[in-house]
């Protein structure tokens, strides 16, 4: 896969009405990525704000999130040491120990993150865990999830979803910057 674009962007759909914007740069040895998501879901409107750092395996080093709603504004800062071990706010989080990868709620940009970790080949399987962060109240909880690298189609990389906690599955394709370009039922790229 080829570096990410400096800029990319989803209109969200189904789930939530909303937007979101991704700015891309090297890092060091990594990548910056700092993102804009905001969206109106069950009615409640929100604005999520991410600034996530990732080692050169794509391994989520440290991510910043900010959230503001009409309770306020809040915020989180997550941690990991690159072997699955993560601090919360300063506090270790043992419920989330094992995970490589942080996952927005609000953000179709984050699954990018254990696909080129992972840079699957046609047919292979990966379980995939990682720190998941609710929006709008930035709850962080353990999402298991699972990706299956079915093939290509109209140069872009397929891969098919689940999730079993929400008993979701869903067939996500990814252009060459490992970003999704499809995401059934959540956002679909459009720059």
């Known amino acids: 896969m080829v570096?990410?674009?400096?800029?990319?962007?989803?209109?969200h759909i189904e789930a939530r009405a909303g937007f979101e914007v991704l700015f891309s740069r090297r890092k060091g040895d990594g990548h910056l990525l700092e993102g804009h998501s905001v969206g109106v879901e069950d009615?409640?409107?929100w604005s999520v704000r991410y600034w996530l750092e990732v080692d050169v395996h794509w391994k989520t080093r440290t991510a910043?999130?900010?959230?503001?709603?009409?309770?306020?504004?809040r915020d989180v800062r997550i941690v990991g040491d690159?072997?699955?071990r993560?601090?919360?706010?300063?506090?270790?989080?043992?419920v989330v120990d094992g995970c490589l990868d942080v996952d927005l709620e609000a953000s179709a940009c984050t699954n990018m993150l254990p696909v080129r970790r992972l840079a699957l080949g046609v047919g292979e399987r990966a379980h995939a865990p990682a720190v998941y962060v609710r929006a709008p109240s930035l709850v962080v909880e353990r999402l298991d999830q699972t990706y299956t690298r079915v093939g290509d189609e109209d140069g872009l990389q397929q891969y098919d979803y689940a999730s079993p906690r929400f008993d979701f599955h869903a067939r996500l394709s990814f252009d060459d910057h490992g970003l999704v370009h499809e995401y059934p039922g959540i956002a679909t790229r459009i720059a």
């Open 3 to 11: 570096d990410p674009p400096a800029v990319a962007a989803w209109r």
């Open 43 to 45: 009615g409640v409107a």
């Open 64 to 73: 910043f999130i900010a959230c503001t709603s009409a309770d306020g504004v």
């Open 82 to 84: 690159g072997t699955g």
């Open 86 to 94: 993560w601090t919360v706010d300063g506090v270790a989080a043992a």
